[in-house]
């Protein structure tokens, strides 16, 4: 069996297309989607990520602002920060970029974010809409990876699904998601006994374990929709996922690439939670 290739990309140019259409609407009526971004630190990815949010914003016809802190910012100086967006009514989403240099709380700092701004999902408070099936902001990856599975056409409803790796970011809330949408979900991490077993009964498994190759062909079910949300960065430069590509699409039915797959997914879904945040906004006003 050779994959069909669930192209990121693509999915992601069309959502995209569609939240650009709706957010010109919207700035039509007066509401013009406006994301602001913190960076704190000068990590190199943590930079490339911000541009790409911002530039992805200023495509989509969303005002973004950005505000850029050295690494030795105090934490005060950011949580006012994020006080004063708090309270601004034109803007809808508020996004900090992790990591934070090590004097500040992380966890703090995303809980200052007023939740119906916080449009990465991070906060508690969305989670733990999330966890009951009520309306929140669902954290963009796992909601991109549901969204790829619903263009795939991807039966979640009654599958065997296995997610590897739990996060708060990624691991826990793909969970809750597809269990949500009706699969039974098995969570493995590094303390899981039979890994192989678990990920071999699988209808749908989610590799979100940050090692490159982790997911091999010869551990997958017959038919398996793979979706690989694994960016990592080999000693030669070159991007790779958490499946080994060239013998996993051998076994599986359908399959997403790194790069190119869920990557392209995260930052449509963040303009789609800072629309829906607009949209929001503007129905309360
Ligand atoms: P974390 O490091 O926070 O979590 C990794 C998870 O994998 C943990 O739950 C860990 O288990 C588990 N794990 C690690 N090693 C093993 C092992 N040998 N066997 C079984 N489980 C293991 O990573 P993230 O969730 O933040 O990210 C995961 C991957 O996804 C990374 O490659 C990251 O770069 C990528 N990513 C991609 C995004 C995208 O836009 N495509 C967005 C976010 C992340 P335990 O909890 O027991 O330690």
């Known amino acids: 069996m050779t994959a069909r290739i669930l192209d990121g990309k693509a999915i992601a140019e069309q959502v995209r297309e569609d939240i650009a259409l709706k957010a010109a609407q919207l700035t039509a009526q007066g509401t013009q989607p406006c994301l602001a971004v913190i960076l704190v630190g000068s990590d190199p990815a943590s930079a490339v990520y911000v541009r790409n949010k911002v530039a992805a914003c200023e495509k989509a016809g969303f005002r973004s602002l950005k505000f850029e802190y050295a690494a030795d910012a105090q934490p005060e100086t950011v949580l006012a920060k994020i006080a004063e967006l708090n309270a601004d009514a034109s803007v809808h989403g508020i996004l900090v970029q992790l990591p934070l240099p090590k004097q500040f709380d ?9 939740p119906a701004k916080d449009v ?11 966890l009951q099936g009520r309306e929140s902001f669902y954290p963009c990856t796992p909601w991109g990876v549901m969204k790829m599975l619903e263009v795939g056409g991807v039966q979640v409803q009654g599958a065997d699904a296995v997610v590897i790796g739990r996060s708060n970011i990624v691991g826990k809330p793909m969970a809750v998601m597809l269990l949500s949408a009706g699969a039974t979900v098995t969570v493995c991490h590094s303390k899981t006994k039979d890994l192989a077993g678990h990920v071999k009964r699988a ?13 091999t062909g010869d551990m997958l079910k017959p038919g398996a929709v793979v979706i690989d949300v694994g960016i990592n960065r080999l000693p030669s430069g070159k991007l790779c996922g958490d499946v080994d590509f060239e013998s996993a699409s051998q076994v599986a039915s359908l399959i997403t690439p790194v790069p190119g797959g869920v990557g392209p997914m995260t930052i449509t879904m963040l303009l789609g939670n800072t629309l829906l945040a607009a949209q929001r906004a503007a129905a309360k006003a």
């Open 106 to 114: 992380e966890e703090a700092v995303l809980e200052a974010i007023d």
């Open 203 to 215: 209808d749908i498994v989610v590799a979100a374990v940050g090692r490159p190759n982790f997911v």
């Open 120 to 130: 990465d999902g991070f906060h508690a408070e969305n989670f733990g809409m999330l």
